[in-house]
């Protein structure tokens, strides 16, 4: 969307009762590099957004996306050199994307590269520049999945090269989600969140169960085109399949769910 639709829909979602946003960029290869320098860059139209955004509607509750890959030549989340991500030094880009999203008026820090210590680096980056009161929702468990084909689409921020089973996680292996729970908790994370949901409640209970702070899921693009597949095709009945969708999520332990069934379902409740 440009921002003059973005700004419409939000008015609209506000008007439904919908307060919390997540907005994603989608750049121009013309303005992306190896090193993603337009993430960070003040002049950035998605740190632009934010600022109109906030100006209009002071009252809701903004969260970003911190990953190399829709600003990255390569179209990793990390930063690649010789074919590999090199976890290190990736942390100083994703500290200055994260600094530059607060200065713009986010409310909440969205890091979802999955580099190791990016959470710590992060609150660091924010502290030193007097943000304290603003959030992080760490990407605690986020699978190499086959769900996230739509919004990549929508994007184009596939890799160029290669995949991204080297930092997302495997997923058959749910010890892991464990394992970075504790080290996002004790670098400072306020949520975490486990993407995707659907084929994930399980992790999302298992981290309901063990952590304190609250668990979020991503109720990601391939989950949602399944759905709308299905309604056009008139195999389920949408109204009632949707929120059996998002309540499964709760009911697993979600304590916040971001998905884009959120209009339609302020909607239903809206309608009763």
């Known amino acids: 969307m440009t921002l ?15 307060n919390s946003f997540v907005i994603f960029p989608a750049v121009e290869d013309t303005l992306k590099d190896k090193t993603a320098t337009y993430s960070y860059d003040p002049s ?13 509607f002071p009252d809701v509750c903004l969260m ?7 600003y990255s030549s390569d179209g990793h989340d990390g930063l690649v050199e010789n074919g590999e991500i ?19 008026g986010f409310d909440i820090i969205g890091p ?4 190791d210590g ?55 292996n749910k010890r892991e989600a464990l394992r970075e729970a504790a080290l996002d908790i004790e670098e400072g994370a306020d949520f975490l969140m486990v993407k995707p949901a659907l084929c994930y409640l399980d992790v999302i209970h298992l981290l309901s169960e063990y952590s304190d702070v609250p668990i979020a899921c991503y109720n990601v693009s391939g989950e ?10 008139g195999w389920v009945n949408f109204e009632k399949a949707m929120p059996e969708m998002l309540l499964s999520m709760q009911r697993a332990g979600a304590q916040v769910i971001l998905t884009y069934f959120a209009k339609e379902y302020a909607q239903l409740v809206k309608n009763g």
């Open 64 to 70: 970003s996306d911190v990953a190399m890959d829709p």
């Open 118 to 172: 990016r959470v710590g680096v992060i609150r660091e980056a924010l502290d030193a520049e007097g943000f304290y009161t603003t959030s992080i929702m760490s990407y605690t468990a986020k699978y190499a999945s086959a769900y996230y084909g739509p919004f990549r689409e929508a994007l184009d921020s596939a890799p160029k090269s290669g995949d991204k089973k080297t930092y997302q996680m495997d997923p058959a």
């Open 112 to 115: 979802s590269d999955m580099m």
């Open 4 to 18: 003059d639709f973005l700004l419409q829909e939000i008015a609209e979602c506000v008007a439904l009762g919908i």
């Open 86 to 104: 090199v976890n290190d030094l990736t942390l100083p880009i994703l500290a200055k994307m994260a600094v530059e999203q607060a200065k713009a």
């Open 224 to 233: 949602y085109a399944m759905l709308k597949a299905a309604q056009e095709k």
């Open 44 to 56: 950035n139209f998605y740190l632009e957004a934010a600022r109109v955004i906030k100006r209009q």
